[in-house]
């Protein structure tokens, strides 16, 4: 926007007056300072200008025929489009009276004939820069509302997306969830190949305590362990593949690749027997023996969405995952067996025996086993 005073300003002035003579006197006076001006010979010429040109400010001569100026200005201010346009009313009429209907048909400002040209440029001057700073805040007003609404947009997406993402994460891991939201990935339910390590763990007696134990006992008791297991697998970013009753299945290394996954699963199987061991003395109290077995095995899988329209879960399928649960089901109460390609990534930062050589079902040669040594 130009600056406002500036003598070589681009404000646009239209005059309007039936006299040639005073049209081309007022045009020459503004287009020697800079003004770009439009003229008109009468009334609804002028009105006819206004949505074309859009001037600035508007000169208007009040003795006009056919349409006076005091009509031109009602017409102009009865246009919302044109409320705050400057009228200036040139008339050699008595200054007094014509004031007063020249306020009541909405102009702003008065010159008296014959015109002084000081007079003249000091009040097209004054009218501009207030011209110029309410077109400024009606600007600033627009860019305001486009943020606001922009904003509103933003908002409202965000929303869409946390309802969406806590949607997701009752059925996908956090990181899968949050994948499929963002669109981080290309398509995490489309199958692919990766190396994961696998956890899978259950609770020793549980079948046992299931017989005798009250259905609102074992639900209490299941959403204890649940809670607990599921804080350790958020903790340590592992992807919850399915639980059932009292077996669930982790993994880690995708959807989200992650450095040292073994490492990372035997920690949380750790953490997870650690877990235990404090919620099954307060089992105990209530008279139930339950335990935890956990197995970790480690290779390659194809994991993706499973399921079908309408309930898609995120699976893994392949040799490693069918090792970790028969692992699980060697495993005694507080015992965490790993297979050989755990250990080797382990690579000795992590305290492991060997449990010997177990023939497991599915398997058709022994399978070499350690355990973790706690402590």
């Excluded at 001006?37 to 001569?61: C, F, I, R």
């Excluded at 943020?147 to 509103?152: A, F």
């Excluded at 963002?182 to 390590?197: Q, V, W, Y």
Aim: glycine content about 10%; overall charge negative.
């Amino acid at each position: 926007m130009p600056s406002v005073g500036d003598a070589k300003t681009a404000s646009k002035v239209l005059v309007v007056d039936d006299v040639p003579v005073n049209v081309k006197l007022l045009a020459d006076i503004l287009a020697m300072k800079g003004y770009e001006v439009v003229t008109a010979s009468s009334g609804p010429q002028a009105l006819a200008l206004l949505p074309t040109e859009k001037p600035d400010l508007v000169l208007l001569d009040v003795m006009m025929p056919g349409m006076s100026g005091y009509e031109v200005c009602a017409a102009i201010r009865a246009d919302p489009a044109h409320a705050m346009l400057p009228v200036v009313l040139v008339t050699a009429l008595d200054p007094g009276k014509e004031r007063i209907k020249g306020l009541e048909a909405g102009a702003d400002d008065f010159l008296t004939k014959p015109v002084s040209q000081a007079e003249l440029l000091a009040r097209v001057r004054s009218l501009l820069r207030i011209k110029h700073l309410y077109d400024q805040v009606q600007h600033q007003s627009a860019e305001l509302a486009e943020w606001n609404r922009q904003l509103e947009e933003r908002v409202a997406k965000g929303v869409r997306e946390l309802e969406s993402l806590g949607r997701l994460k009752r059925f996908f891991s956090p990181q899968l969830a949050e994948l499929i939201v963002a669109g981080g990935a290309d398509d995490p339910l489309k199958s692919h190949r990766r190396e994961i390590t696998v956890v899978f763990l259950d609770l020793r007696g549980f079948t046992a305590f299931t017989e005798t134990a009250e259905p609102e006992e074992v639900m209490g008791v299941l959403a204890e362990y649940h809670a607990a297991m599921g804080r350790l697998i958020l903790q340590y970013e592992g992807t919850l593949e399915r639980f059932s009753g009292d077996g669930m299945m982790v993994f880690f290394n995708d959807p989200v690749p992650i450095a040292d996954p073994g490492l990372r699963a035997v920690e949380m199987a750790q953490a997870m027997q650690q877990e235990v061991a404090v919620l099954s003395a307060a089992w105990k109290k209530r008279g139930y023996d339950l335990t935890m077995g956990i197995g970790v095995a480690q290779g390659f899988a194809t994991i993706g969405g499973i399921g079908f329209p309408g309930r898609i879960d995120y699976g893994a399928i392949g040799t490693v995952t069918n090792l970790a649960a028969r692992l699980c089901g060697e495993a005694a109460g507080g015992e965490i067996l790993m297979s050989r390609r755990v250990v080797g990534a382990l690579d000795g930062r992590l305290n492991a025996e060997p449990a010997g050589e177990l023939m497991l079902k599915g398997f058709q040669r022994p399978v070499p086993t350690f355990r973790v040594v706690f402590g």
